[in-house]
């Protein structure tokens, strides 16, 4: 489960600042995915960096299963991150020289020491299971270089969810796919999220899957609101104000 609560964000601009995120606050329950749209440059990936944290909010804070991430230190914020978020980017950042399953074992010791051999066959046998369920059990011994674009979005989602991760942090999942493999990386997270009960956190400029979502917010000027508005179209003082 994650919490945000009055989180704020500011940016030096020469002079002036700039308000990234303006006292926002979500509560993503586990085993649904809250969806984030907007325009750009409304705070999207600012929110995302927060809740992954990644980024030290100004003000406000992040929880992540009732941990306060804020009052943790950089190492412990790091331990958290590892343990409890997996982090979907945009564009699959995949290691070329590594296989499909080698990609995942890889992402279970960072930072540790030299896997034995009984725990790596542990690793292998649940990279195994996470490329079963994104649909990638023919693919594991092929490189990056070999796959397509959406599967290689599948095999960042299921190295995302190789620690066992209580929130999901997705940004942009389909940008780089037509239209029917954005379908069904969209599917793949609303199962995966059901399936294993985790807090799933998504942008996405892609309006066509709303609709699929528990829950849609959109982000204007750093403020969030319920629901799906045209930020073109509506003034600031006739929206009914920020989600809490
Ligand atoms: N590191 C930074 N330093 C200064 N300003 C920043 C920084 N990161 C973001 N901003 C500013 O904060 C605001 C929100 O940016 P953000 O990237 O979160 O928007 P976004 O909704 O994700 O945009 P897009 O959809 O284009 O990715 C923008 O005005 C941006 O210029």
Same mark, same amino acid.
């Given at each position: 489960?994650?919490?945000?609560?009055?989180?704020?964000?500011?940016?030096?601009?020469?002079?002036?600042? &700039?308000? /990234?995120?303006?006292?926002?606050? !979500?509560?993503? @329950?586990?085993?649904?995915?809250?969806? &984030?749209?907007?325009?750009?440059?409304?705070?999207?990936?600012?929110?995302?960096?927060? @809740? *992954?944290?990644?980024?030290?909010?100004? #003000?406000?804070?992040?929880? &992540?299963?009732?941990? %306060?991430? *804020?009052?943790?230190?950089? @190492?412990?914020?790091?331990?958290?991150?590892?343990? #409890? $978020?997996?982090?979907?980017?945009?564009?699959?950042?995949? !290691?070329?020289?590594?296989? =499909?399953?080698?990609?995942?074992?890889?992402? #279970?010791?960072?930072?540790?020491?030299?896997?034995?051999?009984?725990?790596?066959?542990?690793?292998?046998?649940? @990279?195994?299971?996470?490329? +079963? /369920?994104?649909?990638?059990?023919?693919?594991?011994?092929?490189?990056? #270089?070999?796959?397509?674009?959406?599967?290689?979005?599948?095999?960042? $989602?299921?190295?995302?969810?190789?620690?066992?991760?209580?929130? $999901?942090?997705? +940004?942009?999942?389909?940008?780089?796919? %037509?239209?029917?493999?954005?379908?069904?990386? $969209?599917?793949? =997270? &609303?199962?995966?999220?059901?399936?294993?009960?985790?807090?799933?956190?998504?942008?996405?400029? %892609? !309006?066509?899957?709303?609709?699929?979502?528990?829950? =849609?917010?959109?982000?204007?000027?750093?403020?969030?609101?319920?629901?799906?508005?045209?930020?073109?179209?509506?003034?600031?003082?006739?929206?009914?104000?920020?989600?809490?």
């Amino acid at each position: 489960m994650i919490q945000l609560s009055d989180l704020t964000v500011t940016f030096p601009d020469g002079n002036d600042t &700039i308000t /990234a995120l303006n006292a926002v606050s !979500l509560r993503v @329950a586990p085993g649904t995915v809250s969806a &984030i749209t907007g325009p750009s440059g409304s705070g999207k990936s600012t929110l995302l960096s927060v @809740a *992954s944290t990644l980024l030290t909010p100004t #003000s406000g804070n992040v929880e &992540i299963g009732g941990v %306060d991430a *804020s009052a943790l230190t950089s @190492a412990e914020r790091a331990k958290l991150r590892r343990d #409890s $978020i997996g982090i979907v980017f945009q564009q699959p950042n995949l !290691l070329s020289a590594l296989t =499909v399953r080698d990609q995942l074992v890889v992402m #279970s010791h960072l930072g540790q020491r030299r896997l034995r051999g009984n725990e790596r066959s542990a690793y292998e046998r649940r @990279a195994d299971e996470l490329l +079963d /369920a994104v649909g990638l059990a023919g693919q594991r011994q092929k490189r990056a #270089s070999q796959l397509s674009g959406g599967q290689r979005q599948r095999v960042n $989602i299921a190295r995302a969810l190789m620690n066992e991760p209580t929130v $999901i942090v997705v +940004d942009e999942p389909t940008s780089a796919l %037509d239209q029917q493999r954005g379908s069904e990386i $969209i599917d793949l =997270v &609303i199962t995966l999220t059901q399936e294993r009960k985790t807090s799933t956190l998504l942008v996405t400029h %892609d !309006l066509s899957h709303l609709t699929r979502f528990d829950e =849609v917010h959109t982000m204007i000027d750093g403020s969030l609101y319920e629901g799906l508005i045209d930020a073109t179209t509506v003034s600031r003082e006739s929206l009914a104000g920020p989600a809490s």
